[in-house]
């Protein structure tokens, strides 16, 4: 299958700092790309869906200018954690899809480990 | 809205018996497609299995299949022989309306 790749995979930041996490799509186009996240001993909760060279969509409950993503080329998106704090300490997950290849199936990434102190 | 449910938090076996995860879901949507997916301690999510609803017969991908059962609204996984590497949370999800909604997840414990 299609491979993803996230960096890093482990990150301690300090409270108000930002971090960034990257999510590249290695032998394929993402042109769709979401990000979960997932606290210990839960499920993926979709945080956000982005579309090549579009805005996210967010869902409800997730803010925006909290968690910012950019998704400016077909191998690549970003998601960017503002003024971090302790309670956004939590495990993230990307995933991607070839839309236009009329694929359905999402292929994961190994997941980035968020420590705020 | 999608929803999904798994209503076994924690499942054991004895290695190479069989068990079965339950998963119900709920959509609007008329097509759409149902995935079971292993997480192991690595936390890399691994496709093992998946469903297109329009296809009656179950799926099947050596070891594991599925029981589809559309007018219920039941997709169970079944785990034959089951091997100490199947050990990981288990979760049942749902792609429809473009977006994948996952169940709670199940623990399977592989007993040796």
């Known amino acids: 299958g299609a491979v993803v790749s996230q960096h890093p995979s482990w990150v301690i930041c300090k409270s108000g700092t930002s971090v960034k996490i990257e999510c590249r799509s290695l032998?394929?186009?993402?042109?769709?790309m979401f990000w979960y996240r997932q606290f210990p001993k839960q499920s993926l909760m979709l945080m956000a869906t982005?579309?090549?060279?579009?805005?996210?969509?967010?869902e409800q409950g997730v803010e925006k200018d909290k968690f910012l993503i950019n998704h400016a080329s077909l191998t690549l998106s970003t998601l960017t954690v503002t003024s971090a704090h302790p309670e956004d300490s939590s495990f993230y997950i990307c995933?991607?899809?070839?839309?236009?290849?009329?694929?359905?199936?999402?292929?994961f990434g190994p997941g980035t480990r968020l420590t705020v102190l | 809205a999608q929803t999904v449910t798994q209503s076994q938090p924690e499942m054991s076996v004895q290695e190479a018996e069989t068990v079965t995860l339950s998963c119900t879901y709920d959509t609007s949507e008329s097509d759409y497609y149902l995935f079971w997916y292993k997480q192991p301690p690595s936390r890399q999510m691994i496709l093992v299995i998946r469903q297109e609803a329009y296809k009656q017969q179950n799926a099947t991908e050596n070891r594991f299949s599925v029981n589809f059962q559309k007018a219920a609204k039941s997709f169970s996984l079944k785990i034959s022989d089951s091997q100490l590497g199947d050990a990981a949370m288990y979760f049942c999800a749902d792609l429809g309306a473009q977006k994948l909604v996952f169940g709670q997840g199940t623990r399977l414990t592989i007993n040796p």
């Open positions: 995933s991607a899809r070839d839309s236009l290849a009329g694929d359905y199936e999402q292929f």
């Open positions: 032998d394929f186009q993402a042109t769709t």
């Open positions: 982005s579309n090549e060279g579009s805005k996210a969509t967010y």
